[in-house]
């Protein structure tokens, strides 16, 4: 064992280490101070306040900077030294003579760093006389979020390396010299001017208040704090939540945190302030002629048992259905599904899944066995090659994107197969920019290559695959040059693809709902798991096959069987030894028959075959494909309970509205897209007049006369752990800060990666699907020349219920369409001109961006806002295997609007 010395103290090294990691892990963090060291920051050494003095056996001393310094073997390291005390004085008189002296009205008093180390190293007065600069520096509050008030900066660099080496905008830089020495955004921008992502991450890192937000998060020492997870996307953040009574303050990214590391994006960590909106529903709702009134939660629990117990007696429980929502915790969602198969009698449940990643679950059951993600979103950090599919991750999954970005900057190999020029795809070796609806073709053109050039990892294809044979045939027979015309992709840039994902030693895939939204997702997502196989990519750190999953608990939702074919843990409803084992843990008779998924629930609707549907925290008539067909089936449907935050879309269609609890209200668990288990945590006690989900379902169950117990997170994952074998191991208590990865096995131990020595289904399968044109554009493409692909911007999350009642609805205002610049010149149009675009279905009106992210014939537009309404004109076709909504392949026709000809 190597040993190193601190203050004459004998400590084992760590291999790696610096001095003041040594330090820090062996004595805590209060020996030596820094200004300019941060958690989440590479060492830098621009401040000097770390440094130590390095004693020889001789009586020689050296000082050094802790944080970029190896710790090596016999090093005799003095951490208090005369020296250095001296030292350390001065550098921090040298800071103070060009920085304000008001901390006690500075709005992170008690909470600064300049401040503690100031304290620390025994400042009483400043020797030195004022600089002049620094002190005239005008604040910035010109952004809704970010604030800058430079007078206060120490020019320790924290905030430019956060935005460098944490998020990699290269937005603040410094410029200068001397006492003129500077932070800058951009290309000296303001804050709202410049290329900002807001993600917060430089406001975090600094030091004083320099650079901080509207909330002033850094002066939250007095306020509780509670660690919780983020309720947006699928990387499954946590959050530090500064709260007093009822009131939230600000939210941090905690540094111990396994899956953010000390950062989030703007949504994470500022659009939280829904959760207190004027607009927030606070009592039922009951529609009475036409009209809501407002009711107590008695007689509106009255109404919906009394009308769903006729329908159950005189129709049957297959006239009744139910969706929840990949916005609740995974608890709520075992209650949801219980309740409909349980209490009401029926397989008709269904979720959000359905409308996003039902492709991924079916198809890489089909492979491998299990539908989740097989690694771990760190093992990036071992992976030689990425590989990102129909997605868009530095928008729809921040965080991840931003780690992607930052290996993509160091030389990582990235592979980006996506019809628009993606952030990502800006530093990508490979961008396979194929048309929309194509993935199957150009995927087919990868594995062909892989086959004919010899690349395929032969030991594993044959240990730990089957119906190889076969498939190899069918590939080798593909027509290229069909292929290539299909496409848009050439034979060259998909054989340079494939030679790139294959010949890395480790090649990690991530897909996203470009893949799954189409009429063949469920067949791609099945050849890119295939990919994996051939390459022998599965199994091991840095490897596998890794979707995105949208929404924050959309992997949980399903894993608690919300889908009408599986139960609670997957498990096939139709066959009778786990229909049996239901039937005798819920105590109650279950179908025998799989239900209707969400688009078989509108058309039997509309064939009235359905008279009452319970939505929970999804708003269908906003997000779901054909707009008018939604509200057709809404309006067809007898009886319609709405249980959501807001009046959304849907709920003015509703006959009940149940007023729910948000994220910050409640508590529960959410998986996220890694398979992580992780603890929500109570901040606020609910709105007064809002009930929690899972209080909601559990008081329904017992209206009904099905005994379910109080809704406790505990006593709900001890249910769970019985019925769901992959959450055997999980308990309330275990899961602690940072979660558990299922499958858990009895005694806590959880898996980082799955399919390490076998598949869940034994062998993986290999099945050939060749490309078949969409549908859409088999009937309309004659009439309606252009593709439209649907997608999400960074400031907002799908219909936007939540961040359009924020401060994120100052900077993304509208929804825009993409189109390329030769297009626009064949219709006339410019920047910001209304266009009219029609479908089969219908038309909307939506101010043009001019922009070359999308090839000619291409447009790309988002569904944010409902004054828009894009999914008026989407389509009905699905994936032919899980129903999936096409988004991603709409015919239209554009034209400069007339309303804006006639305003011109």
């Known amino acids: 064992m190597k040993t190193a010395f601190i203050d004459h103290r004998p400590f084992a090294i760590d291999s790696g280490e610096t001095i003041l990691k040594f330090v820090r892990r062996n004595l805590g963090s209060a020996l030596i101070p820094t200004l300019c060291d941060a958690p989440n920051l590479d060492p830098f050494g621009s401040c000097r306040v770390c440094s130590v003095d390095l004693a020889t056996e001789n009586g020689h001393v050296k000082t050094v900077a802790s944080c970029h310094t190896p710790v090596m073997e016999g090093q005799r390291i003095l951490t208090n030294s005369d020296n250095i005390k001296r030292l350390r004085k001065n550098i921090i008189e040298l800071v103070l003579t060009d920085h304000p002296l008001d901390c006690l009205t500075c709005e992170v008093n008690g909470n600064c760093e300049l401040q503690t180390v100031a304290a620390q190293v025994g400042i009483r007065d400043v020797r ?163 009209q809501f009134e407002e009711a107590t939660w008695d007689e509106a629990y009255d109404l919906i048992a009394t009308k769903l117990s006729t329908y159950k007696r005189d129709f049957g429980a297959d006239y009744i259905a139910g969706i929840s929502s990949a916005r609740c915790t995974n608890e709520e969602n075992y209650l949801m599904q219980k309740f409909i198969r349980a209490v009401i009698g029926t397989n008709n449940i269904d979720g959000c899944a359905r409308v996003c990643h039902s492709p991924t679950a079916l198809g890489m059951q089909r492979t491998f066995g299990t539908g989740a993600a097989t690694n771990s979103v760190a093992d990036l950090e071992k992976t030689d090659c990425i590989m990102i599919i129909g997605a868009n991750p530095t928008d729809a999954h921040p965080v991840t994107g931003a780690r992607m970005k930052q ?100 090649a990690m895939s991530f897909h996203g709902l470009g893949v799954t939204e189409h009429s063949q997702g469920t067949f791609a997502v099945m050849q890119i798991a295939q990919l994996a196989m051939l390459t022998g990519n599965i199994g091991r750190p840095g490897v596998g096959v890794n979707p995105l999953r949208g929404q924050n608990n959309v992997q949980g939702a399903a894993d608690m069987g919300v889908q009408p074919h599986q139960g609670a843990g997957y498990l096939d409803v139709t066959k009778p030894d786990i229909r049996k084992k239901y ?70 269609y509703a006959d009940v509205i149940l007023p729910a609890s948000s994220f910050l209200e409640k508590n529960g668990t959410f998986t996220n897209g890694e398979r992580r288990v992780q603890r929500v945590n109570q901040v606020i006690d609910p709105l007064p007049g809002t009930k929690p989900d899972g209080v909601i379902i559990v008081e329904i169950m017992n209206r009904m006369g099905y005994p379910q117990p109080a809704y406790t997170p505990e006593g709900m994952l001890e249910e769970i752990s019985q019925i769901v074998p992959f959450f055997a191991g999980i308990t309330w208590e275990n899961l602690g800060k940072n979660g558990l990865q299922w499958p858990v096995q009895p005694g806590g131990k959880d898996s980082k990666i799955i399919h390490t020595e076998s598949f869940k289904r034994g062998k993986g399968a290999f099945h050939f699907h060749d490309f078949v044109e969409s549908e859409e554009l088999e009937s309309y493409s004659e009439e309606y020349p252009y593709i439209l692909t649907t997608n999400r911007e960074l400031e907002h999350y799908n219909c936007g219920t939540m961040t359009r009642r924020t401060a994120n609805v100052e900077i993304l205002t509208e929804d825009v369409l993409l189109i390329n610049p030769a297009d626009a010149i064949s219709h006339g149009l410019a920047d910001s001109d209304l266009v009219t675009m029609q479908s089969a279905r219908g038309q909307v009106d939506v101010k043009a961006r001019i922009s070359d992210e999308v090839k000619p014939g291409i447009l790309s537009s988002t569904f944010h806002f409902p004054e828009i309404m894009m999914n008026m004109i989407t389509s009905d076709v699905s994936d032919s295997e899980a129903k999936c909504p096409e988004y991603k392949v709409v015919a239209v026709r554009i034209r400069k609007s007339e309303k804006m000809m006639s305003e011109v």
């Open 128 to 290: 030195y006389p004022k600089g002049a600069n620094h002190l005239n520096r005008k604040k910035d509050l010109s952004h809704p979020y970010m604030t800058s008030d430079l007078s206060k900066c120490i020019n320790c660099y924290r905030c430019v390396r956060a935005c460098d080496e944490v998020q990699g905008e290269l937005v603040l830089n410094m410029t200068g010299r001397g006492f003129d020495a500077h932070i800058i955004k951009g290309i000296d921008q303001s804050f709202f001017e410049s290329t900002c992502v807001s993600c917060g991450a430089c406001s975090q890192a600094c030091p004083t208040s320099a650079i901080s937000d509207v909330f002033q998060s850094k002066s939250i020492v007095a306020k509780e704090k509670t660690r919780t997870v983020c309720t947006y996307c699928g990387v499954g953040c946590n959050l530090d939540v500064a709260s007093e009574g009822d009131k939230v303050f600000s939210i941090q990214a905690p540094y111990d945190a396994e899956v953010n590391n000390g950062h989030t994006c703007l949504k994470g960590r500022y659009a939280f302030r829904f959760y207190n909106h004027p607009d927030r529903l606070r009592t039922p709702l009951i529609k009475r002629n036409g």
């Open 583 to 652: 039937e005798l843990f819920y105590g109650a008779e279950l179908p025998a028959h799989i239900g209707y998924k969400i688009p078989e629930m509108f058309e039997a609707a509309i064939e009235g075959k359905l008279k009452a549907l319970w939505v929970i925290g999804e708003d269908i008539v906003q997000t779901d494909p054909n707009t008018q067909k939604v509200i057709k089936a809404l309006k067809a449907t007898d009886f319609v309970v709405v249980q959501e935050l807001f009046m959304t879309e849907t709920a003015k």
């Open 407 to 506: 290996l993509a900057m160091k030389g990582t190999t990235l592979i980006v197969i996506d019809p628009r020029k993606t952030e990502l795809a800006k530093y990508a070796q490979h961008h396979l920019q194929l048309r929309p609806g194509s993935n199957v073709a150009v995927l087919n053109m990868m594995m062909y290559y892989i086959i004919k050039d010899g690349l395929v990892n032969t030991d594993f294809v044959d240990q730990r695959t089957e119906g190889y044979l076969d498939f190899k045939t069918s590939v080798l027979n593909l027509d290229l040059a069909k292929l290539e015309e299909i496409s848009g992709v050439t034979s060259v840039e998909a054989r340079a693809a494939a030679h790139a994902y294959a010949e890395a030693p480790n």
